[in-house]
């Protein structure tokens, strides 16, 4: 492409990405369409000769971008969201077109040390020793391979492992024990509470138990905010089991973790500092464009001690020990440049402005929780917990049986889902259904959150009356 080309089609995508930005607010936080409408629309042969790049992407932006769930609209509640910030977007932009490849230091040596300074905000936040290392990585799924490979090998390879966690954990961490060899019935799925956080004495009997029948207990993976709830498991009564029993301790922190940047979500994330492991995902709530994941260990050796390989393809690579190659961490070898949008965001906008928005987060569940208390139409199933609040449609006085209710509460959802801007995901509560609302972008408001909470209501009323 020509200079002029070049410049062109960038400039013309970022007005349109930020137009795109501009309109969230007034359209639906949802959009899609049925696999048969897209190949009509899409599958096709590759063609021949090229059009015009300004005329593709606007194919893009019309026929493709459109349908998906919009993650960082104010009003998208479900699952767990995601709301970059600019300066992040435009860092993944800038790795892009420098085609960084963040692998070793001789390749990347700049960007390496990025990463590295990134990961130690991380350690000083979560209240890490210096002696702690960790890379990132493309989500919560490989950060939880890359734990229990660290897990697995402090184990000494055992070849009966036996892994735990909560039923409420989210189901990436039992599939990283399979892929590292755990078989399936060895994951251990323990029960939780009326708050939803791992039964302990549950936990004591399993590994027991699981010792007496010749497996290996080899790692427990707590939830420091599970994905349904919030929940946080007691860590301070898991680190204690774990140093008792010789376990590795994983913290699932993905969601939560960044909670840690505030004050309040520091004292309730009390404990972190002792697991041997923690997995966190910037792409949620430290408002960063996918995909950007983070594995932290307390002894970077765990990590290298798997992880380092020699190659003579590499061998010009090594620099020493002062000069850390991030592949020696983890599952990759070619590696995006991750840290950058991270970097570009703090330095953008400081750390007061990310204490704000992870804080904002926390109240307005805390008000979403206290409007369902008064509420006559919305029960409260669980408190707000981080930025997660769960309810349901029941009004007082109703009686109606929970799979009455559950019917009703579909209903909701579905109305919710067709009829209405916000976006809202449901879960399962101890065989209750409930409708959940993760409330963690740095742009919605409470009049997007009771809003929200109004339609919920609006719509159960019309169920229960038809």
């Not at 629309?41 to 194919?59: D, I, K, T």
């Not at 029993?245 to 840690?260: C, K, P």
């Not at 006559?376 to 109606?400: D, F, K, Q, Y």
């Amino acid at each position: 492409m020509s200079r002029e080309a070049m410049l062109a089609l960038a400039e013309k995508a970022a007005e349109l990405a930020v137009a795109r930005i501009e309109s969230l607010p007034g359209e639906s936080a949802w959009d899609g369409e049925f696999k048969e409408g897209l190949e009509r629309l899409l599958l096709e042969s590759p063609p021949e000769e090229g059009r015009p790049a300004e005329e593709v992407l606007r194919r893009v932006v019309d026929d493709i971008l459109p349908m998906t769930t919009r993650l960082d609209h104010p009003r998208c509640f479900g699952f767990v969201p995601s709301a970059p910030t600019w300066p992040g977007v435009v860092a993944d932009f800038l790795a892009s077109a420098w085609n960084v490849n963040a692998c070793t230091w001789l390749v990347a040596s700049g960007p390496s040390q990025v990463e590295l300074t990134v990961l130690d905000w991380f350690r000083q936040w979560l209240g890490y020793p210096k002696s702690s290392g960790g890379l990132l990585t493309s989500g919560g799924s490989a950060a939880g391979v890359d734990a229990f490979v660290a897990a697995r090998e402090a184990a000494g390879n055992p070849e009966r492992p036996a892994v735990y966690m909560s039923d409420q954990s989210h189901s990436v961490q039992a599939r990283a024990a399979m892929i590292v060899g755990v078989r399936r019935e060895a994951i251990r799925l323990i029960p939780t509470d009326g708050d939803f956080r791992l039964d302990m004495a549950a936990l004591a009997r399993a590994v027991a138990e699981d010792r007496a029948a010749g497996l290996v207990p080899m790692a427990i993976c707590a939830n420091a905010g599970a994905p349904s709830t919030g929940a946080i498991d007691p860590l301070h009564a898991l680190a204690d089991l774990c140093r008792a029993e010789g376990i590795w301790l994983h913290v699932d922190a993905a969601y939560g973790g960044f909670a840690a940047v505030t004050e309040k979500g520091g004292e309730l994330l009390g404990g972190i500092d002792r697991a041997d492991s923690i997995g966190l995902d910037p792409h949620k709530w430290l408002f960063q464009p996918y995909e950007v994941g983070c594995l932290l260990v307390k002894d970077s050796r765990a990590l290298e001690g798997p992880f380092a390989m020699s190659a003579t393809v590499l061998q010009d690579t090594v620099w020493g020990a002062n000069h850390p190659n991030l592949d020696d961490r983890g599952l990759q070898l070619s590696r995006s440049f991750r840290a950058l949008k991270i970097w570009m965001s703090i330095q953008t906008f400081g750390m007061s402005a990310f204490r704000r928005a992870v804080a904002n987060g926390m109240e307005l569940a805390k008000r979403a929780e206290d409007y369902v208390r008064e509420s006559r139409t919305l029960e409260l199933l669980t408190p707000s917990s981080l930025g997660i609040v769960c309810m349901r449609v029941n009004p007082s006085g109703a009686g109606l049986e929970d799979g009455k209710l559950d019917d009703v509460n579909r209903e909701v959802l579905a109305r919710l889902f067709w009829d209405d801007r916000a976006f809202v995901s449901s879960v399962s509560l101890h065989g209750r259904l409930s409708l959940r609302l993760c409330i963690i972008n740095h742009s919605t408001t409470w009049d997007d959150v009771r809003e929200t909470l109004e339609a919920m209501e609006r719509f159960g009323e019309d169920a229960l009356a038809a």
